[in-house]
């Protein structure tokens, strides 16, 4: 079997996959830490943008060409839907300003 074969089954059926699966993997811890980096995928450079409890465990990533205010808040509203029985009660982003213009801040309460 080709790999770009396995590749283009990956893309098509990975979003139902996760909707399927998400369901069974419970609960999360309140506290979630938010980040994001620079990767190269296809030859071309994305923003990767990634949520995990405190425990380390993956609440959702999203993979964007840009990094704005609405990017952060698209990956947001994204984790935040993903999550919504388990909402969190703090999140925690870096202290180096990642998202331009006032946004997300260090500790702020969703509450």
């Known amino acids: 079997m080709d790999a770009s074969t396995i590749f ?9 996959l996760e909707k399927r699966v998400r369901w069974y993997q ?3 811890s309140g506290s979630w830490r938010v980040d994001e980096t620079y ?8 923003y990767l943008f ?12 999203m993979l964007l060409d840009r990094r704005d205010t609405g990017a ?10 993903t999550m919504r029985r ?8 870096t202290s180096l300003a990642p998202i331009p213009k006032p946004s997300i801040g260090c500790g702020v309460n969703v509450n």
């Open 8 to 16: 283009r089954w990956v893309q098509c059926y990975a979003p139902e």
């Open 26 to 28: 419970g609960y999360r």
């Open 39 to 46: 990767i190269r995928v296809g030859g071309q450079w994305n």
């Open 50 to 61: 990634w949520a995990v409890d405190k425990r380390g465990e993956l609440i959702n990533f």
């Open 72 to 81: 952060a808040y698209r990956f947001l509203g994204k984790a935040l839907k």
């Open 86 to 93: 388990w909402p969190p009660h703090s999140i925690i982003t």
